[in-house]
């Protein structure tokens, strides 16, 4: 299994949008074979509100993370303004 690091931000005053679609994007997050969530959650602004996200999964490459993102249903919503996706060589912490 290859690791990935996803980086995203919002678009500027788009927390109705992600709050509006948290729970299906937590849903869609979690159940796919094809890509395994190993850490996640939102980063913050300085005011404490949710500006982004920052994931790490497993898969078998970097196509199959795109592809997957592409459902994401943050990104079908508009919320996301900019994504990154590199690979990542997990070195302390790294599941078993």
Known sequence: MNHFLIYTEDKPDSLQIRQENRAAHLDWV??????????????????????????????????????????????KAGLTGFKRVRAFNWLIGAPD
């Open 30 to 75: 979690r159940n796919d074979p094809k890509v395994t969530l190993l850490s996640a959650g939102p980063w913050l602004d300085d005011a404490g509100d949710m500006r982004g996200s920052l994931l790490i999964v497993g898969s078998d490459s970097l196509k199959t993370v795109e592809d997957w993102l592409a459902q994401d249903p943050y990104g």
